[in-house]
């Protein structure tokens, strides 16, 4: 079975600067899909940014990136410039290629944007 | 694009009635759709996932005749919460894919309250 680890409950960072959210996977697929998503206070589940496992080039969505690194099925997420309207709970999740289309979904970890 | 509503937005009924929610993709051919329970808190869990003209297929442990899902077009799958009680009352999402899409789309969600 596979599982999405988000080792950080909640996290806080300064408008402007930069932030680094953590998610690790166990899976013995080869192809797979992994997502962020973003849940807001209004709790409206919003597409942040995905990933194809089988490529190796890293996705970037505007202030959106992730560091995947396949071999340590690490998928980490990188939020640069901050703003306000980023405070939200982020979940990671992991989907494998050709099957079920079911999402795996990690616990989130709760950012919080200082201004 | 890709927009998914819900109807309603909220909801409290009282102990033993029904109560259906309503989740449309508005403007893509929803060939999968998938239904969410969120506590405060905590992460999504997927309750079943449903296939236009096919029966939903549900996860272990929710009972299938207490949360009747109904996926009668690919724009439109029914939520029907049968003899609510209070242990039901949380926050309902949907999703929605189309066909070779992997990404999910999801709604703005329903609370529900049984008093």
């Known amino acids: 079975a596979q599982t999405v680890t988000q080792s950080q409950p909640e996290m806080s960072v300064q408008e402007a600067e930069t932030v680094t959210l953590s998610c690790t996977y166990d899976t013995s697929e080869s192809n797979y899909y992994l997502f962020w998503y973003k849940q807001p206070p209004s709790r409206q589940m919003i597409l942040v940014i995905r990933?194809?496992?089988?490529?190796?080039q890293n996705a970037t969505e505007n202030r959106f990136s992730v560091n995947f690194q396949k071999a340590a099925k690490s998928f980490s997420l990188k939020i640069s410039d901050s703003q306000l309207g980023d405070t939200a709970m982020y979940f990671c999740?992991?989907?494998?290629?050709?099957?079920?289309?079911?999402?795996?979904f990690g616990k989130g970890t709760k950012l919080t944007v200082n201004p | 694009g890709a927009v998914v509503s819900q109807h309603p937005s909220w909801v409290i009924c009282k102990s033993g009635t029904s109560v259906k929610i309503e989740c449309r993709s508005l403007d893509f051919q929803a060939t999968t759709m998938f239904w969410y329970r969120q506590f405060p808190k905590q992460s999504l869990m997927l309750m079943a996932t449903?296939?236009?003209?096919?029966?939903?297929?549900?996860e272990q442990g929710v009972e299938k005749d207490k949360f009747l899902i109904n996926h009668a077009s690919l724009t439109l799958s029914t939520l029907t919460v049968t003899s609510a009680h209070p242990e039901d009352s949380s926050f309902y999402i949907c999703s929605a894919s189309s066909a070779g899409k992997e990404t999910q789309y999801f709604g703005p969600g329903t609370r529900l309250l049984v008093l």
């Open positions: 990933q194809e496992a089988y490529k190796q």
């Open positions: 449903s296939n236009e003209g096919s029966k939903a297929t549900y």
């Open positions: 999740a992991f989907m494998i290629q050709g099957g079920s289309e079911k999402l795996v």
